[in-house]
């Protein structure tokens, strides 16, 4: 499995970027998918997840990030509108171990390289 994030880059705070995350290896349909982050000296935290119960979002994101996929295109967005300062960091996407992917990390399988996002002040 493979996991392919873009999308990010340096935004003013307020702006808006969509990360994308291309899969490919087994029936993407399949698997629940999350996006993390990670800044220096932090352990990586959740942001946002999908699986077959639905979407669900950390507290910090929620109402400002959308998690959405697309089965065809074996892909899953993060669009993060009204961006703040203290988004800033590397974003990572996952695949999970199933279709109950969840909050925790260790709920999914496969990970991204990861694509930084920086937000100025």
């Known amino acids: 499995v493979q996991l392919q994030a873009s999308g990010g880059g340096l935004v003013q705070a307020g702006g808006s970027l969509r990360l994308s995350c291309v899969a490919s290896?087994?029936?993407?349909?399949?698997?629940?998918m999350g996006w993390f982050r990670q800044t220096p000296g932090k352990e990586r935290e959740f942001v946002a997840g999908?699986?077959?119960?639905?979407?669900f979002y950390a507290d910090p994101v929620q109402g400002r990030f959308t998690i959405s996929r697309d089965n065809a295109k074996n892909t899953v967005y993060l669009q993060m509108n009204n961006l703040k300062p203290e988004d800033t960091a590397v974003y990572y996407c996952a695949q999970g171990a199933s279709h109950y992917s969840n909050r925790q990390q260790s709920s999914y399988k496969y990970w991204g390289q990861g694509t930084l996002v920086t937000v100025s002040s």
């Open positions: 999908v699986n077959w119960g639905g979407k």
């Open positions: 290896g087994r029936a993407f349909r399949n698997y629940g």
